[in-house]
């Protein structure tokens, strides 16, 4: 092929090249543009739903309640509109009815403090509620509100066959969730809103059934008192339980439900591992255990009297006694009314 054949044969494909370019270029500029989605803002206002699943018997708090934005075809009366409602007087009632997550929260599904049927709507499932009177001494001069939690402490004189009774004290429940003193179910405040402390005579306590019985009982035997309990004892009852493996959590379990397992437990009433003190531990001149007690026409040996303490006197058989030895123990016995020794 001579040069001149050549030359033209290239300026030919570079004709071609342009010419398909520009082909190109104009088609593609004269396609349709695309047509970009364009998000529409949701219509509709604002109404309050749940942050969490809130149970029968959820106090509510601020966490718990938030508004979303909501379709105006399903917006009910019931709700409550952000605009219209006040959500700081919605915190502290309770829910009567159970409530899912992201659900919106009707006017029905809570009930506030002083309502019918708000007592029975804070108790927990399965819980009951008990009443036991106090004093000014008794009920930590009144600085014990609504929803704090408590030991309770009774205080009895155990008595003996002569003498000076013992005297007790032991904690005999702990972690009872307050539901109310007197007939009041909230915290009442000034005008600058500082808690108000005042006197009480009752106390309401949230129980199961079995210590509804013990606290019945209880109240028979001697004097009931409060002992205020601090925020921070939950938690380390709640590690100690769990040290203990009396709080088990699934392996498979999911944050919320761990989450609900562990409230449950830190809201449980405790009736295991009572403490106790009785005078001896608090005076040397009061006893430690209990007096000895005096058989009917017969002997008993002095129980050992608490350091410091005078030694109880022996009882004295009535009638006619004679001794007997038993190896190298020598007791004295009451004859019977037939003759023969006991």
Do not use: C, H
């Not at 929260?105 to 008990?130: C, E, N």
């Not at 009442?188 to 808690?195: A, F, I, L």
């Not at 005042?198 to 009982?217: D, G, N, S």
């Amino acid at each position: 092929m001579d040069r001149k054949k050549l030359v033209l044969l290239l300026g030919a494909l570079v004709i071609a090249i342009g010419t398909a370019l520009a082909a190109r270029s104009m088609f593609a500029g004269a396609a349709a543009p695309q047509a970009e989605a364009v998000p529409q803002k949701p219509v509709g206002p604002k109404v309050l739903v749940a942050n969490r699943q809130l149970p029968v018997g959820t106090i509510i708090t601020a966490d718990a309640i938030g508004y979303q934005q909501w379709p105006e075809e399903l917006v009910q009366d019931a709700y409550f509109i952000d605009g219209e409602s006040d959500v700081s007087k919605l915190i502290g009632t309770v829910v009567r009815f159970p409530i899912t997550a992201g659900e919106p929260v009707t006017q029905g599904s809570l009930v506030a403090p002083g309502d019918r049927g708000f007592l029975a709507a804070a108790l927990g499932p399965g819980m009951r509620a008990v009443t036991v009177p106090v004093s000014a001494k008794t009920g930590v001069a009144g600085f014990v509100f609504p929803g704090d939690r408590v030991d309770l402490v009774l205080t009895q004189t155990v008595k003996g066959d002569g003498g000076e009774g013992l005297k007790a004290s032991e904690t005999i429940l702990r972690n009872l969730r307050v539901l109310a003193t007197d007939q009041s179910t909230e915290s009442s405040s000034d005008e600058q809103g500082r808690t108000v402390v005042r006197a009480f005579r009752t106390v309401t306590l949230e129980v199961t059934p079995k210590i509804a019985e013990k606290v019945a009982v209880a109240q028979t035997i001697g004097t009931l008192s409060l002992s205020l309990r601090s925020i921070a004892d939950n938690q380390g009852e709640l590690e100690r339980a769990i040290a203990a493996g009396e709080v088990k959590i699934p392996d498979n379990a999911t944050p919320e439900q761990e989450e609900k397992l562990l409230r449950q437990a830190m809201a449980r009433p405790i009736d295991k591992g009572a403490s106790f003190v009785t005078g001896g531990d608090v005076s040397r001149f009061q006893r430690s255990t209990l007096p000895p007690a005096r058989p009917v026409g017969g002997y008993s040996a002095p129980a050992e009297a608490p350091s410091g303490a005078p030694a109880a006197q022996p009882s004295v058989p009535q009638g006619p006694t004679v001794r007997v030895t038993r190896g190298k123990i020598t007791s004295t016995e009451a004859v019977g009314k037939t003759g023969s020794t006991r």
